[in-house]
């Protein structure tokens, strides 16, 4: 089969390696479509250290499927599928406490890393088990349905959270998921959002899409701007989708006394945190790891375009051009947000 190889860090090859084999728990499915995540995109330079070549990256896609393990049961050949990114055992503690994605020996396709190597989606076909199968609903496109895991990523981040829709929030990050998160708290019944990003484009789109404001740093002292806009104490809740210093400190600077910050970015494996600040303001950091259950929502919300997945789609392009639009995404091409690839 044909796929989409890192080769070396910097180095993409589309070329013929071995199909995969299907275990018998295990579905083999013909990849329709899958996005380009940013940490892929980040992944390609080395920066994020889950990203060890020689891999095929890509976990967020949708497909046929077109062959099943001698043990799966309740599917068939030419099903249209998508799947959870999170590869988990269904008798881990975590599993059964309804945390898979913090699950012991979990694995996530497209990443390699100290303590694992699973290859990706962006190829012709991709084996995974059949329970992170998941149907795609009439009307839903394959490329819609690829973008089922960030929606997925940014309902299980809001889940965590414990707010009042009368409560203001911020969202630092006006990419894919930080643009998922609006709508799902739109869609939750709040009114109050703010949105934090480098470029007016984006900021533009969030607005379009259910944001309340729209503030750019270079422009505006950020702080400063978010207390007065709450009778000068700050946000209640603020998600962070970046993963950066630089924004997580955004977001604590705009949070009130006793605010809680989803973490949801995950992009730097170390950031600098003003620790007197978030102790005598007594700040809450929550932590937000990928989803856990959440794909079948995410799923409804796509069909009933509750969720539109298409306002962030900038492109859909051969798999074989793909060195090329990751080149694109990686030297922040103005207008680019989410590129799906199709072999």
């Known amino acids: 089969m044909k796929a989409l190889v890192l080769r070396e860090y910097h180095q993409l090859v589309y070329e013929d390696v071995p199909t995969p084999i299907c275990g ?6 013909r990849v329709k479509a899958c ?8 992944g390609m330079d080395g920066s994020t250290g889950r990203r060890i070549p020689p891999l095929i990256m890509g976990h967020e896609a949708a497909g046929v499927i077109a062959e099943l393990g001698a043990q799966v049961k309740g ?10 990114s999170t590869i988990y055992k269904l008798d881990d503690w975590y599993t059964k ?3 898979y994605n913090l699950s012991d020996d979990r694995m996530v396709l497209g990443v390699s890393c100290a303590d694992y190597r699973r290859d990706g989606a962006f190829a012709e076909y991709v084996a995974v088990p059949q329970h992170i199968l998941y149907k795609i609903p009439e009307g839903v496109t394959f490329a819609q349905a690829a973008m089922t895991e ?5 309902l299980h981040a809001l889940g965590l959270a414990t707010i009042s829709p009368n409560d203001t929030a911020v969202v630092i990050g006006a990419g894919v998921i930080g643009l998922f998160v609006v709508q799902a708290l ?45 009778e000068g104490r700050g946000a209640d809740l603020a998600f ?26 995950n992009l730097a494996a170390k950031v600098e945190l003003p620790l007197q600040t978030i102790v005598t303001r007594q700040l809450r950091l929550q932590g937000s790891c990928a989803m856990s259950g959440e794909y079948p929502a995410a799923l409804e919300m796509i069909a009933r375009k509750t969720i539109n997945v298409d306002a962030v789609l900038s492109a859909v392009a051969p798999l074989s051009e793909g060195a ?5 995404l990686y030297n922040k091409e103005a207008g680019l947000i989410k590129v799906v690839l199709a072999p």
């Open 186 to 230: 739109r869609a939750a019944g709040y009114t109050r959002i703010i949105v934090v990003d480098l470029e007016q484009s984006r900021l533009d789109l969030a607005m379009r899409l259910g944001a309340e404001i729209g503030l750019q740093p270079a422009a505006t002292n950020v702080a400063e701007a978010i207390k007065q806009l709450t």
């Open 24 to 29: 018998e728990n295990e579905v083999l499915v």
């Open 324 to 328: 090329s639009w990751f080149k694109r």
């Open 35 to 42: 996005g380009i995540c940013g940490s892929d995109v980040h």
């Open 240 to 265: 962070e989708a970046v993963g950066t210093s630089p924004a997580i400190q955004t977001a604590i600077a705009s949070l009130r006394k006793g605010g809680t910050l989803l973490l949801i970015g």
């Open 75 to 84: 599917w068939k050949e030419g099903d249209r599928v998508t799947f959870d």
């Open 150 to 154: 960030p929606v997925a990523v940014a």
């Open 97 to 99: 406490q309804g945390m």
